[in-house]
């Protein structure tokens, strides 16, 4: 057990998709010649990269151009524009996040997954190069539905729970997004289940473990593809590395933890457990949980003191009544109804200050 020449970021990346969860190309070319897989995004980054002073340029023309449409036009317009100027850094597809002042109205959200899906497409986007994010609310997901019948494909963002993955691959999502840290822990460290192995000790774990031997059953019993699991809200490499010993088929990484990544230099003995190669096929050829971390498979340490130790039913309707059944689940784990208020809490503030943005823009024209 020596050491490697090789980067943590690299290792990982042999182990799973390694995405760059930011929108600035210049970060992206900087680790080159390492490609990342997908770019993910949501309002937050959205934001920071419209203001960004490489985009003000753009940003005026897009405004001049749209400002007859609407401020919501231009930032879905802008948006996908910010995205074209990284997919040709990337392998894979590139994420745009719908409103999240839409999340419980899936009327609304499935017309701005629509609205960008044009955009991408006006842009010289195919659709399996886009893939858009909607947050796993019971409208949110019922929406996954409807545009999985468009061939729009999506990913069910902050995601807490067995039975919002469950609802996840009921509305035929792409991807999901489980959030290893709750949002309120970005900003106060205090919080932070900060560990040496949170493989094996962090309090989401175990869900996280349930999630993936839920979808490998299904897949087993059902023949049908499952969401891919696209682990995100890391705060350390070494949770960054855990999502490859959990099974995770990908890490969407903040640009800080990657950069990290990319100048640690790997020591296969300092690492409390270690991820596997690849599978040929995320499910077909799934691997069950490393030993040491079977055990989590029986735990919650979220459960309220209440639960009895049984897991979410997949053959519960999630999205029937547009997706009464799944509210009512997130509604009854109060952790998980309280990390998707926070969630969204913070995405719709990020929101807000892009729509005031555009709004001053349109106003000085």
């Not at 690299?10 to 970060?27: H, K, S």
């Not at 696209?230 to 969407?252: D, N, V, Y």
């Amino acid at each position: 057990m020596g050491v490697s020449v090789e980067s943590w970021l690299e290792v990982l990346e042999q182990r799973t998709n390694v995405d760059v969860d930011y929108m600035d190309p210049a970060f992206t070319l900087s680790v080159q010649p390492f490609q990342f897989n997908d770019m993910t995004s949501n309002q937050t980054f959205v934001h920071e990269q419209m203001c960004h002073p490489d985009n003000a340029s753009l940003l005026r023309d897009v405004v001049s151009q749209y400002k007859t449409s609407g401020w919501l036009a231009i930032y879905t317009h802008m948006a996908v524009l910010m995205c074209k100027a990284n997919i040709s850094n990337i392998k894979g597809r590139v994420l745009l996040q719908t409103l999240p002042t839409y999340a419980y109205n899936c009327v609304k959200t499935v017309e701005h997954a629509r609205a960008y899906a044009r955009e991408f497409e006006a842009v010289g986007i195919s659709k399996d190069r886009f893939c858009i994010k909607i947050p796993a609310t019971g409208p949110g997901l019922r929406a996954c539905q409807i545009l999985a019948q468009d061939g729009i494909r999506t990913l069910g963002t902050a995601v807490f729970s067995v039975h919002q993955a469950i609802a996840a691959s009921q509305a035929g999502c792409l991807y999901i997004s489980p959030y290893y840290n709750e949002p309120l822990a970005h900003v106060d460290r205090s919080i932070w289940p900060q560990s040496d192995d949170p493989a094996l000790l962090h309090p989401f774990s175990p869900r996280l473990i349930q999630i993936l031997d839920t979808y490998k059953r299904l897949y087993k019993e059902t023949g049908r593809e499952q969401p891919l699991v696209k682990l995100a809200g890391f705060l350390s490499t070494s949770e960054a590395m855990a999502a490859s010993e959990i099974g995770c088929h990908s890490a969407t990484i903040s640009h800080q933890v990657l950069k990290e990544l990319w100048a640690l230099r790997y020591v296969s003995s300092k690492q409390p457990g270690e991820g596997v190669p690849k599978p040929a096929h995320p499910y077909a050829n799934a691997l069950p949980s490393p030993a040491r971390l079977a055990q989590l498979a029986g735990l919650d340490p979220l459960a309220p003191a209440t639960w009895n130790g049984e897991l979410a039913s997949a053959d519960v309707d999630y999205l029937a009544n547009n997706g009464e059944n799944l509210d009512a689940a997130n509604n009854a784990d109060p952790e998980t109804k309280r990390r998707i208020a926070d969630a969204l809490e913070g995405f719709v503030k990020a929101e807000k200050r892009s729509q005031s943005k555009i709004q001053g823009l349109m106003e000085g024209l």
